[in-house]
């Protein structure tokens, strides 16, 4: 069974550095890209930025680009999606996806709330 | 970058009524748009892809159709488990952008 499990919910602070993982099973991790997408409260999907894990080749939304860092480690086949800089507004829902045709396995998603 | 416009943003409906969901590109996404159903509390599902492709184990109520930048989600007769929100999203270039979404009320 293909699947995709993500860590667990994460309570910062404004201004602290996280890094969220997303952990992939039933297929071959390397050959699929793995994307980031974003759900804010009572709000809509945002695609964030997708990775090759074969070759670490890495797309990110202009929204996105230059304030979260992408990447992936294939020996556990695992992305990884990490902030530097904290803010209240990256409080959101963080789902990671496996994209073939379509978006065609998710995760369950990783809740971050940051406070001021 | 693309951009997905879907509607309406809110369809009322009742159960054993037809859907249809549209999304609008703005420019040529040559065919290569999904479509995903996400409950509250749950992640996304996909149901369509390639706009007229089913995904595993999706019902034959839904379909999807369109070609270029006009594309249309149909729930044939409403099953109360299908009152959710509905996105498209394409994949033709990068950024692969959701439209905003259509929620399905009773």
């Known amino acids: 069974e293909v699947q995709l499990v993500q860590s667990g919910a994460e309570v910062k602070k404004s201004g602290g550095s996280l890094k969220i993982s997303c952990k992939g099973s039933?297929?071959?991790?390397?050959?699929?890209?793995i994307a980031w997408v974003r759900q804010m409260p009572g709000k809509g999907l945002e695609w964030m930025g997708s990775?090759?894990?074969?070759?670490?080749?890495?797309r990110y939304s202009p929204s996105f680009q230059g304030q979260v860092t992408i990447s992936s480690d294939k020996s556990i086949n695992t992305a990884f999606l990490q902030w530097s800089a904290l803010k209240p507004s990256d409080t959101a829902m963080y789902y990671c996806?496996?994209?073939?045709?379509?978006?065609?396995?998710w995760g369950q998603g990783t809740m971050i709330s940051v406070s001021s | 970058e693309i951009v997905l416009t879907q509607s309406p943003a809110t369809l009322s409906l009742s159960p054993g009524e037809r859907a249809t969901l549209s999304c609008r590109a703005s420019?040529?996404?040559?065919?290569?748009l999904a479509w995903y159903q996400q409950k509250p509390g749950q992640a996304p599902r996909l149901l369509i892809y390639?706009?007229?492709n089913r995904a595993p184990g999706v019902p034959a109520r839904f379909s999807g159709s369109g070609s270029g930048t006009d594309f249309t989600l149909t729930i044939s007769s409403l099953e109360p488990e299908d009152f959710a929100v509905y996105y498209c999203q394409h994949r033709s270039n990068w950024p692969h952008n959701f439209g905003q979404g259509t929620r399905l009320e009773i």
């Open positions: 420019q040529s996404v040559n065919g290569y």
């Open positions: 996806a496996r994209q073939d045709d379509a978006f065609d396995t």
């Open positions: 990775i090759y894990p074969a070759d670490s080749d890495t």
């Open positions: 039933g297929y071959f991790f390397d050959s699929y890209w």
């Open positions: 390639e706009a007229s």
